[in-house]
């Protein structure tokens, strides 16, 4: 029996918010260029806000099968610091990979570095010494 997909299923993944977002390939059997990924709050759950394209991961096409990277494309990765799930659907699933809810499998951790939450209000005195407390995020 041939299991397709990615293997193994720890294949954490790390981007910067204000940065944009490329990766190392996603390793596994028999991947395919219609494969598709997803940056999810939880596996088959909802799409975190702020992601470029929704948080789907196309893969690199330009290279030689199957894709050898992945990315959110140009746009720069806005969303809030913290810890999300990296999410496989096949791109044989005949009702194809739409919703969060295709996205079954969970291959790993996408750790975002930057502040969260987004709005940290900070009060600071004219004429008076200032400095700032630390960021609330990950780092």
């Known amino acids: 029996m041939l299991v397709v997909g990615p293997s193994p299923l720890e294949q954490?993944?790390?981007?910067?918010?204000?940065?944009?977002?490329?990766?190392?390939?996603?390793?596994?059997?028999?991947?395919?260029?219609?494969?598709r990924l997803q940056i999810l709050a939880t596996g088959g759950g909802t799409v975190?806000?702020?992601?470029?394209?929704?948080?789907?991961?196309?893969?690199?096409?330009?290279?030689?099968q199957p894709p050898s990277g992945m990315g959110l494309g140009s746009e720069i990765v806005s969303a809030p610091g913290g810890l999300y799930r990296l999410c496989w659907c096949s791109g044989l699933k005949p009702s194809g990979?739409?919703?969060?809810?295709?996205?079954?499998?969970?291959?790993?951790?996408?750790?975002?570095?930057?502040v969260s939450p987004l709005q940290q209000d900070r009060t600071c005195i004219?004429?008076?010494v200032w400095a700032v407390d630390s960021l609330l995020g990950l780092e």
């Open 97 to 114: 990979c739409l919703r969060g809810t295709d996205f079954q499998t969970d291959l790993g951790a996408m750790t975002i570095l930057g």
């Open 12 to 35: 954490d993944r790390t981007c910067i918010a204000g940065r944009t977002c490329n990766a190392e390939r996603i390793r596994g059997q028999s991947l395919r260029a219609s494969d």
């Open 48 to 64: 975190p806000l702020r992601f470029p394209m929704n948080g789907l991961i196309l893969p690199d096409l330009n290279a030689s």
């Open 126 to 128: 004219s004429g008076r």
